[in-house]
Antibody, heavy 119, light 110 residues
């Protein structure tokens, strides 16, 4: 069974840092482009970041509001995806989903982890 | 990257058809055949319903169909069921390795 399980969410003060992780199983992680998508409370979906495979240079891309603050990374040996979030802002408050797929669509989603940025 | 434009709400009675639009630009929806649609029930995880404009993943009922004309993509749900009541989001590749979503449409089955 394909599974994505996020962890690491919580309450953090503005300007603080948080590291999210996504443990995966049931598919060939090394061949998968992995992404983070977030959803602010009561709002829509927002693509956050994506990392390509190791043969593709683990190339990363980010949505403009998080560039320079967030870093996506992967550990193929552990089949884990990470998101290091620094200089957090209140507008970063959201459920963060780990997701993967192809053809620029997201086929598999984790249950999400809530990040709350508040003083 | 601007979000794609969706109507905030749509509705239909059981058995009827409803179409949800998703308007972008030539830099996203109009420029690539990488439009996808997601269904999200309250408190649940999004589910992929359509990819590459018209294709349905295995297990998605054929009542769901996608299309595109110019910079506007559409999701049509035919023969509405009560369980189709949910939020629907479109997504599109936007070039330069960016992806963009629409603001979402709340579908009510009357």
């Amino acid at each position: 069974e394909v599974q994505l399980v996020e962890s690491g969410g919580g309450l953090v003060k503005p300007g603080g840092s948080l590291r999210l992780s996504c443990a995966t199983s049931g598919f060939t992680f090394t061949n998968a482009w992995m992404s983070w998508v977030r959803q602010a409370p009561g709002k829509g979906l927002e693509w956050v970041a994506r990392i390509k495979t190791k043969p593709e240079g683990e190339t990363t891309d980010y949505t403009a509001p998080v560039k320079g603050r967030f870093t996506i990374s992967r550990d193929d040996s552990e089949k884990t995806l990470n998101l290091q979030m620094n200089s957090l802002k209140t507008e970063d408050t959201a459920v963060y989903y780990c997701t993967t797929g192809y053809s620029y669509a997201f086929w598999i989603w984790g249950q999400g982890t809530l990040v709350t940025v508040s003083s | 990257q601007s979000a794609l434009t969706q109507p905030p709400s749509a509705s239909g009675s059981p058995g009827q058809s409803v179409t949800i639009s998703c308007t972008g630009t030539s830099s996203d929806v109009g420029g690539y055949n990488y439009v996808s649609w997601y269904q999200q029930h309250p408190g649940k995880v999004p589910k992929l319903m359509i990819y590459e404009v018209t294709k349905r993943p295995s297990g998605v009922p054929d009542r769901f169909s996608g299309s595109k004309s110019g910079n506007t993509a559409s999701l049509t749900v035919s023969g509405l069921h009560t369980e189709d009541e949910a939020d629907y989001y479109c997504g599109s590749y936007a070039g330069s390795n960016n992806l963009v979503f629409g603001g979402g449409t709340k579908l009510t089955v009357l």
